[in-house]
């Protein structure tokens, strides 16, 4: 089982083997492994796509000629809601659970595969005759309820490209977006509940829709009452019981069509926008959910993420569907009601596979371990994390309060860009390394690299960057000539996708993933840019600069800390009733999840001679770490004053 391995176990040199019996019965076997590393790269991507039904058969694998994009499975024609829902029906697993639904407040729901169908096909047949086209982006701006896989799947099965924009982004965000994506049809809801609150969804969309060029037409779920709100809208019950029995074909598209958008944070103030193909994320989420997450029909599934973000897009919804597998989907927050709440739903719902966010855990770990041991939680066979680095000591926790001492822990680093896992450990094949990620899986190559884009030894820092294209990749990196050649850095003729991110290996070939090396901040498990939070702040009247860093955890939002530095005007005074403006607002340009937790006023910010602020002092301000030497600052002395305004 082992991949020539040492037998020493030093706290860095830890392994941890999976237990034999996962082992015999694991999806992906050292035999399998090995076979796709023998049928090499491009071609070891076959297999995977085999998972999938495909209307018409590819004509190769890759299409990587020096002309035009890189196109993965040229020739395949496949329809993704087909591949989730229909082909589980036809093999007459109509009964089956596809999606249990956790609600907010206590409800629970369940759409069997047969279910699921009935519903996709009736709301794509309302889509249609709303006037959505093969190739019109449909936003989706909804939260955890059900309506929101069903509408994704919907507008799948006729070709439109879906954009789910994150409930709890503001109107100016979903704004952005829509006039972004050139969207026409708004999916949303009337409310939703967090924390025990009501809050009015349909009020934000109607904002964002008035501040949009083009007419939006809008679709609007009931989850707070049934009471039809009035207005120019259309209700998402009455088109599904006016469209009651309808059966639309699935459209067949294109391998590379585009299945859905999906905004995200990069390192500028706008959110960037990421494209995913059908044929060749549909394969990489098929194949990580199958070889990494071990999943297929007999699997209950429950990838906590919100659906609003790729994680949920990937492996809530589209990976474990097309594996046929049951998906659990929770509406509400890990402590609410009650702090072992997700123990409760992994034991009501058996789930044996559960992945979610080293945020999680930590916020898992100080609750106390009595939540997990109360339950009975032995239908856990297999733990992931995904989003952040996580330590060895929240990887132990997990494993031996959750997981029995026994399931094995996958630690999988992927991004929005790539659509999928890239780097993980096969549960069923490799040793695992707490605090370590793994190595890339099978048909994928990475590298870490120092500035100029050469290897660096074992032990050293430098990038993460992707040496070969790989099905799940995001649109972008494959347009241009010859690997999108445009988007990336070539180094001595070798293409490389710079994933943003700083890792080392190690001396056994693990990944050890050091965070994002650019300026996207990943606060817990989301995704936020620096530029997006300081752009929303210096517009603010009276604020002259500023800059945000992440700090440590904040055990009462279960996140980390958003610390912004401010400096206002000179004549402007850093009192409450900016600090408020500010939190303002950063709400209004993003969402509440974004605002920061912490504000310091500042005279100035410590800044290079070239004029650069330079985050990474103010992050070691705020976490009351050493700075070590300031002196090639232009305004060194400016970090004394922080310091001394911080020791509150
Ligand atoms: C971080 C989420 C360490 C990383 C799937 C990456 C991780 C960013 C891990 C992408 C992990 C994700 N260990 N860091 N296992 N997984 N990251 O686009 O910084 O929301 O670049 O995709 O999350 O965040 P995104």
């Given at each position: 089982?082992?991949?020539?391995?040492?037998?020493?176990?030093?706290?860095?040199?830890?392994?941890?083997?999976?237990?034999?019996?996962?082992?015999?019965?694991?999806?992906?076997?050292?035999?399998?492994?090995?076979?796709?590393?023998?049928?090499?790269?491009?071609?070891?991507?076959?297999?995977?796509?085999?998972?999938?039904?495909?209307?018409?058969?590819?004509?190769?694998?890759?299409?990587?000629?020096?002309?035009?994009?890189?196109?993965?499975?040229?020739?395949?024609?496949?329809?993704?809601?087909?591949?989730?829902?229909?082909?589980?029906?036809?093999?007459?697993?109509?009964?089956?659970?596809?999606?249990?639904?956790?609600?907010?407040?206590?409800?629970?729901?369940?759409?069997?595969?047969?279910?699921?169908?009935?519903?996709?096909?009736?709301?794509?047949?309302?889509?249609?005759?709303?006037?959505?086209?093969?190739?019109?982006?449909?936003?989706?701006y909804l939260p955890m309820?059900?309506?929101?896989?069903?509408?994704?799947?919907?507008?799948?099965?006729?070709?439109?490209?879906?954009?789910v924009v994150f409930a709890g982004f503001s109107a100016?965000a979903l704004?952005?977006?829509?006039?972004?994506?050139?969207?026409?049809?708004?999916?949303?809801?009337?409310?939703y509940?967090r924390r025990?609150?009501?809050l009015?969804l349909?009020?934000r969309?109607?904002?964002?829709?008035?501040?949009?060029?083009?007419?939006?037409?809008?679709?609007?779920?009931?989850?707070?009452?049934?009471?039809?709100?009035?207005?120019?809208?259309?209700?998402?019950?009455?088109?599904?019981?006016?469209?009651?029995?309808?059966?639309?074909?699935?459209?067949?598209?294109?391998?590379?069509?585009?299945?859905?958008?999906?905004?995200?944070?990069?390192?500028?103030?706008?959110?960037?926008?990421?494209?995913?193909?059908?044929?060749?994320?549909?394969?990489?989420?098929?194949?990580?959910?199958?070889?990494?997450?071990?999943?297929?029909?007999?699997?209950?599934?429950?990838?906590?993420?919100d659906v609003g973000w790729?994680?949920?897009?990937?492996?809530?919804?589209?990976?474990?569907?097309?594996?046929?597998?049951?998906?659990?989907?929770?509406?509400?927050t890990?402590?609410?009601?009650?702090?072992?709440?997700?123990?409760?739903?992994?034991?009501?719902?058996?789930?044996?596979?559960?992945?979610?966010?080293?945020?999680?855990?930590?916020?898992?770990?100080?609750?106390?371990?009595?939540?997990?041991?109360?339950?009975?939680?032995?239908?856990?066979?297999?733990?992931?994390?995904?989003?952040?680095?996580?330590?060895?000591?929240?990887?132990?926790?997990?494993?031996?309060?959750?997981?029995?001492?026994?399931?094995?822990?996958?630690?999988?680093?992927?991004?929005?860009?790539?659509?999928?896992?890239?780097?993980?450990?096969?549960?069923?094949?490799?040793?695992?390394?707490?605090?370590?990620?793994?190595?890339?899986?099978?048909?994928?190559?990475?590298?870490?690299?120092?500035?100029?884009?050469?290897?660096?030894?074992?032990?050293?820092?430098?990038?993460?960057?992707?040496?070969?294209?790989?099905?799940?990749?995001?649109?972008?990196?494959?347009?241009?000539?010859?690997?999108?050649?445009?988007?990336?850095?070539?180094?001595?003729?070798?293409?490389?996708?710079?994933?943003?991110?700083?890792?080392?290996?190690?001396?056994?070939?693990?990944?050890?993933?050091?965070?994002?090396?650019?300026?996207?901040?990943?606060v817990s498990?989301r995704?936020l840019?620096?530029?997006?939070?300081?752009?929303?702040?210096?517009?603010?009247?009276?604020?002259?600069?500023?800059?945000?860093?992440?700090?440590?955890?904040?055990?009462?939002?279960?996140r980390?800390?958003?610390?912004?530095?401010?400096?206002?005007?000179?004549?402007?005074?850093?009192?409450?009733?900016?600090?408020?403006?500010?939190?303002?607002?950063?709400e209004?340009?993003i969402g509440p999840i974004a605002v920061?937790?912490?504000?310091?006023?500042?005279?100035?910010?410590?800044?290079?001679?070239?004029?650069?602020?330079?985050?990474?002092?103010?992050?070691?301000?705020?976490?009351?770490?050493?700075?070590?030497?300031?002196?090639?600052?232009?305004?060194?002395?400016?970090?004394?004053?922080?310091?001394?305004?911080?020791?509150?």
């Amino acid at each position: 089982m082992a991949d020539g391995s040492p037998d020493e176990t030093t706290p860095e040199r830890e392994w941890v083997d999976p237990p034999e019996s996962f082992v015999a019965n694991a999806n992906v076997t050292a035999a399998d492994r090995d076979a796709f590393r023998e049928a090499g790269w491009p071609e070891c991507w076959r297999r995977p796509a085999d998972l999938l039904d495909w209307d018409r058969g590819f004509d190769a694998v890759l299409d990587d000629s020096e002309e035009g994009p890189t196109r993965w499975f040229p020739g395949g024609r496949l329809n993704a809601a087909h591949n989730c829902v229909d082909r589980h029906v036809a093999a007459g697993r109509g009964d089956e659970t596809a999606v249990a639904w956790e609600g907010k407040l206590g409800e629970s729901r369940t759409y069997t595969y047969g279910e699921l169908a009935d519903e996709v096909n009736a709301f794509a047949a309302a889509l249609r005759e709303l006037g959505v086209e093969a190739g019109d982006v449909v936003t989706l701006y909804l939260p955890m309820i059900p309506e929101l896989p069903v509408a994704m799947l919907a507008c799948a099965r006729i070709g439109a490209p879906h954009s789910v924009v994150f409930a709890g982004f503001s109107a100016d965000a979903l704004a952005t977006r829509l006039s972004g994506a050139d969207s026409q049809f708004l999916v949303t809801c009337d409310g939703y509940y967090r924390r025990g609150a009501a809050l009015d969804l349909k009020r934000r969309a109607d904002n964002a829709c008035v501040s949009v060029d083009h007419a939006v037409e809008q679709v609007v779920v009931n989850r707070l009452d049934d009471e039809r709100a009035a207005g120019d809208h259309h209700v998402y019950a009455d088109l599904v019981a006016d469209h009651e029995g309808a059966t639309v074909e699935p459209v067949a598209r294109e391998a590379d069509d585009l299945l859905f958008l999906i905004y995200t944070s990069g390192t500028t103030g706008e959110p960037t926008l990421v494209r995913h193909t059908t044929g060749g994320y549909l394969t990489h989420v098929a194949w990580t959910g199958h070889a990494v997450l071990d999943l297929g029909p007999d699997d209950t599934h429950w990838c906590s993420a919100d659906v609003g973000w790729i994680t949920g897009h990937s492996y809530a919804v589209y990976g474990p569907l097309a594996l046929g597998a049951t998906t659990v989907l929770y509406e509400g927050t890990p402590d609410h009601p009650e702090t072992d709440r997700l123990w409760e739903i992994i034991e009501r719902n058996g789930v044996d596979v559960f992945y979610t966010a080293p945020t999680s855990i930590r916020a898992f770990m100080k609750w106390g371990e009595e939540h997990p041991e109360r339950h009975d939680l032995s239908s856990l066979r297999l733990l992931g994390t995904v989003g952040e680095p996580i330590d060895a000591t929240a990887w132990h926790w997990y494993r031996d309060h959750v997981g029995d001492g026994e399931c094995p822990v996958v630690d999988t680093w992927w991004q929005t860009e790539t659509g999928g896992i890239v780097l993980s450990t096969l549960p069923g094949v490799d040793r695992m390394r707490p605090g370590a990620v793994g190595k890339s899986l099978p048909g994928i190559e990475t590298a870490v690299v120092d500035e100029t884009g050469r290897r660096v030894a074992a032990g050293e820092a430098g990038q993460l960057v992707v040496t070969r294209p790989w099905p799940g990749m995001a649109r972008s990196l494959c347009e241009g000539s010859g690997w999108g050649a445009r988007r990336t850095r070539t180094v001595e003729g070798e293409w490389q996708y710079a994933t943003g991110d700083n890792a080392v290996r190690d001396e056994d070939g693990y990944l050890h993933l050091l965070g994002r090396a650019d300026d996207v901040l990943k606060v817990s498990d989301r995704r936020l840019s620096t530029a997006e939070i300081e752009r929303a702040i210096v517009g603010v009247d009276g604020v002259a600069e500023a800059a945000v860093v992440v700090g440590a955890d904040d055990d009462a939002a279960h996140r980390s800390e958003i610390h912004a530095f401010v400096s206002p005007e000179s004549n402007v005074a850093g009192d409450d009733a900016l600090r408020e403006s500010v939190g303002a607002a950063v709400e209004e340009a993003i969402g509440p999840i974004a605002v920061p937790d912490a504000v310091t006023f500042a005279p100035s910010l410590p800044k290079t001679r070239s004029g650069k602020v330079v985050r990474r002092y103010l992050a070691a301000i705020a976490n009351g770490e050493d700075l070590g030497d300031t002196s090639a600052l232009r305004n060194p002395e400016v970090v004394g004053e922080l310091e001394s305004l911080l020791d509150r």
